[in-house]
């Protein structure tokens, strides 16, 4: 029988995806703003730089999945890289977010460099993190519960950074410049990142190893991979739905800022004048605020419809909102807020279910081939996090690029219109691809329960 997971340790655990998740939504949210409106490189070439970069750095994930199946330490297999990542993911975090005096060129040498490193610092990180949740616990149910901690975890870290970070940057900007407004900001967010790793490598616990007779070669874990056809059913779908998150994500500051700008709201008889620096942070606050509503209402909904089912209807919902936000004007602020709760409410609900199912996956893998490389089929969770936040981060910038964006300018009317596709057609295209994927994967509630009595009567 499996033994519970005390409280303390699930939210122990879901202190690590805090601190990945603060820098993650300064990546996926200011990064690109800030190498264009503030480092001063161009859209296009910030476009191309995050495509070679992070392909190159989703290619690690794997090799991150293998090295961490492979280590054994007094501390467990996952544990340790929290334990000695944790520093330099911070160094390297403000690294990527100082702006030495260079050339245009050495500025994008700069941006290559320090991005490549902060992307492997990440993968160092966060792999072994994720494949953690696999050797807590094996229970189906405790794993979920582990997901949603994790992504509580995960959206209140990034609710954390929406909430303060463009009143930090203002703050530490003040008698200053923007660029060192930025550096101080990410600092104290280094520092905090540190603490939380730390914290997450003390309060947990690696409860499952692998059979002792279990000597898994590298050929014979990719050749398992390469024929797990749920494992590529969940990469395509979860793809699809990073993109979908990187493009709304990527998208707000230039939607705000050169789109719907400076607005007076009328609400109960009162007049607001609204900034639009006030109106993006708060609209990134709600989007994740709600983010973590869905998340919390993962688990219920899992259990009453299954997991691949409830992913299907959030997708879907997620797509069809996001088709309905394009039409939207900049005055209407009350509207752009509400549909923003319900995409926030439908895509929240998708991503601790997507982390759920690696487990089940990884079981699969063992249930059909007799061997188990858990960290090789959880790196393909952060290397679809990566590839979706390629493609999405690039069409980002390519989009601003092939519609005329010019940074702190006024925009034309293609260039806005760019930046509208980006945040809700496009976006929402990727939520619509991974709905598809989702109707054809195999692994529901019944044939687990299955594949879970097998495993358990051979081991």
């Known amino acids: 029988m499996s033994t519970p997971i005390a409280l303390r340790e699930k939210m122990a655990y879901g202190l690590g995806d805090f601190a990945s998740s603060m820098f993650w939504k300064l990546f996926s949210m200011f990064l690109l703003f800030f190498y264009t409106d503030v480092f001063g490189i161009s859209a296009a070439a910030v476009g191309t730089m995050f495509l070679v970069t992070r392909v190159w750095d989703a290619l ?33 975090g403000v690294l990527t977010f100082t702006t030495p005096d260079l050339t245009a060129d050495g500025k994008l040498v700069y941006a290559y460099i320090t991005y490549t490193l902060m992307m492997m610092a990440y993968t160092f990180v966060n792999v072994p ?29 990034g609710l954390f950074v929406t909430a303060s970070a463009n009143y ?38 690696e409860r499952l190893a692998p059979p002792k007779q279990e000597h ?49 709201l009328e609400l109960l008889g009162s007049t607001y004048e609204l900034t639009s620096t006030v109106l993006s942070s708060v609209y990134m606050s709600v989007w994740l605020g709600t983010n973590i509503i869905g998340v919390l209402l993962a688990k219920p909904l899992a259990a009453r419809w299954g997991k691949k089912t409830t992913f299907s209807r959030a997708a879907l919902v997620s797509a069809a909102l996001s088709f309905l936000f394009f039409a ?14 319900f995409i926030g409410i439908s895509a929240g609900v998708i991503l601790p279910l997507g982390w759920s199912m690696y487990a089940d996956i990884a079981d699969y893998s063992e249930w059909k081939t007799g061997r188990r490389a858990t960290g090789l ?5 952060s290397m679809s996090q990566k590839f979706g936040w390629t493609i999405g981060g690039a069409i980002s910038g390519w989009l601003l690029a092939g519609f005329g964006f010019e940074p702190n300018a006024v925009q034309s009317e293609e260039a806005l219109l760019g930046i509208r596709l980006m945040i809700s057609v496009i976006a929402g295209v990727g939520a619509l691809l991974s709905f598809v994927f989702m109707r054809v994967y195999k692994l529901d509630e019944a044939f687990m329960k299955k594949v879970g009595e097998e495993l358990k009567a051979a081991g």
């Open 216 to 264: 898994n070669s590298l050929k014979d874990d990719l050749k398992d991979l390469s024929k797990n056809l749920p494992w590529f059913i969940m990469l395509g779908a979860n793809i699809s739905i990073l993109i979908f998150n990187s493009l709304r994500d990527g998208s707000i500051l230039y939607y705000f800022k050169y789109y719907v700008q400076d607005q007076q």
């Open 60 to 92: 690690n994930d794997p090799l991150m999945g293998i090295i961490s199946d492979r280590t054994r330490t007094r501390w467990g297999k996952f544990r340790p890289f929290l334990l000695f990542g944790a520093v330099p993911f911070g160094i390297i």
């Open 129 to 157: 993190y994720g494949s953690l949740m696999a050797v807590m616990t094996d229970d189906g149910v405790e794993r979920t519960s582990l997901a949603s901690w994790r992504f509580i975890g995960a959206f209140s870290g």
């Open 377 to 381: 089929v959880f790196s393909s969770s």
């Open 328 to 341: 939207l004007q900049p005055d209407q602020i009350i509207l752009i807020f509400t549909l923003n709760i």
């Open 168 to 205: 930090l940057v203002e703050y530490f900007s003040a008698g200053g410049t923007q660029a060192q407004g930025f550096q101080y900001t990410i600092t104290l967010y280094a520092v905090v990142a540190a603490v939380l790793f730390l914290l997450t490598f003390l309060g947990t616990r």
